[in-house]
C-alpha cells in the first residue's frame, strides 16, 4: 500500500474539505499539522511517502530535500505556481508535480481590510476598547487618497478595483506595466520613484522571482512620504525586511499591514511583533473555508489521476 501525506495543515481541517476516503484502501493517509524545520527534520518524516499533498510554500522542496525522498512519486501543491518547488529536480528524479486553482478574490479581500486596519487604526482601538478605552487614535479617510499598486496582475487588478469603490485615485507601477494595461485596471502607470513617492497607500502584488526579490528595497522605502502606508500580502521576500524595520522604527513611514514573510510562521521574537506602527497577520490571504475547498478538492483530483494514470494539471520546469 502506497503512503500519502497532507503537509502543515495547521488548523487541522484538511480531512473535512474534501472527501479524502473516496481514494478507498489503495493510499493510507496521514495529515502532519506542524511545520517542518529544516532539510534534516522534513526528509526524516517524509521518506517513506509516495505521495505528498503540499500548501502552498509551507514547506519548501528544493532539490537537497527531493534527494532524500527516494519513495516520492506524485507531489501536489495547491495552487499552479510554487516557488518553493524545484520542479526541474523533481522532474529529474521521475516526480510528478501536480497543482490546483485557487481564488483570486480572497488575497485581494484581506488586503482592503489591512488598508482599512492602517486608516483608522482598527486594530490598536480594538484592543483599547478591551482595555476600557476610548478614542485614542485620528484616522484618515480612503476618498480622495492615492493607492499605488506594485504588481497589477489578477490580484493587483482585484484590489485596484475594490480601491476604485472607495474613490481612491489608483496609479500603478511593475516592469513590464503598459499604460494601456493599467487603464483598463482603471489605473494611471507612473514610475517606480513616483509612486512611492506620491502614494498615501502602497500595495504589493507582484510574483516573486530572483527578479522582483527586494523590489521594496531602502530607496523605495525612503521615496514614501512620512504619513504612507506599505501593504504586503504577496510574498515575504519581495520587501527588503531590515530596511522596513528601521523605517517603521524611525518612523519614516507611517506604517504598514504586513500577512506575509520571509520565515513562516514567523518566530515569536522577531523584531516586527515588537513595532506598535504595524498590523500582522498569518499569512490569512488565501486561508478562507471557500479556497481550501477548492484547493484540496483539486488536490484529491490530482491524486485521483495520478492513480488512473492519466495526471491532469502538471507542472513543468520553467
Known amino acids: 500500500m502506497k503512503r ?49 499533498v503540499a500548501m502552498r510554500e509551507r514547506t519548501p522542496f528544493r532539490r537537497a530535500l527531493l534527494e532524500r ?12 505556481r510554487n516557488a518553493s518547488i524545484d520542479v526541474k529536480a523533481a522532474v529529474e528524479r521521475g516526480v510528478r508535480v501536480c497543482g490546483t486553482s485557487m481564488l483570486p478574490h480572497p488575497t485581494a479581500e484581506l488586503t482592503l481590510g489591512l ?15 478591551r482595555e476600557g478605552a476610548w478614542q485614542r487614535t485620528l484616522g484618515i479617510s480612503l476618498n480622495g487618497r ?50 512611492f513617492s506620491s502614494a498615501d497607500i ?45 523605517a517603521l522604527t524611525e518612523r519614516r513611514i507611517a506604517g504598514a499591514a504586513i500577512d506575509v514573510y520571509d520565515e513562516e510562521p514567523l518566530p515569536a521574537e522577531h523584531p516586527l511583533r515588537k513595532l506598535d506602527n504595524v498590523v500582522l497577520t498569518p499569512h490569512l490571504g488565501y486561508v478562507t473555508e471557500d479556497n481550501y475547498r477548492v484547493a484540496y478538492g483539486e488536490a484529491l483530483d490530482d491524486v485521483k489521476a495520478w492513480l488512473a494514470g492519466k495526471p491532469v494539471r502538471v507542472l513543468q520546469p520553467s
Open 4 to 52: 500519502l501525506a497532507i503537509l502543515d495543515d495547521y488548523q487541522n481541517i484538511a480531512l473535512s474539505l474534501a472527501d479524502w476516503a473516496s481514494l478507498g484502501p489503495e493510499l493510507a493517509i496521514d495529515v502532519l499539522h506542524e511545520p517542518l524545520r529544516g532539510i534534516e527534520a522534513a526528509a526524516a518524516r517524509l521518506k517513506d511517502y509516495e505521495v505528498l
Open 69 to 80: 525522498l527516494p519513495k516520492l512519486e506524485l507531489l501536489v501543491t495547491t495552487g499552479m
Open 115 to 129: 488598508i482599512l486596519s492602517l486608516a483608522r487604526h482598527i486594530p490598536f482601538e480594538h484592543q483599547g476598547m
Open 146 to 195: 492615492r493607492l499605488g499598486v506594485v504588481g497589477l496582475g489578477k490580484l493587483g487588478t482585484e484590489v485596484a478595483r475594490l480601491c476604485q469603490a472607495l474613490h481612491m485615485e489608483v496609479v500603478a507601477w511593475s516592469p513590464n506595466l503598459t499604460a494601456e494595461r493599467a487603464a483598463k485596471a482603471g489605473a494611471r502607470l507612473v514610475e517606480k520613484e513616483a509612486l
Open 202 to 246: 502602497v500595495t504589493i502584488h507582484m510574483v516573486l522571482s530572483e527578479r522582483s526579490r527586494g523590489v521594496v528595497d531602502a530607496a523605495a522605502l525612503s521615496a514614501m512620504k512620512k504619513s504612507a502606508y506599505l501593504v504586503n500580502t504577496s510574498r515575504g521576500p519581495l520587501v527588503d525586511t531590515k530596511a522596513l524595520i528601521a
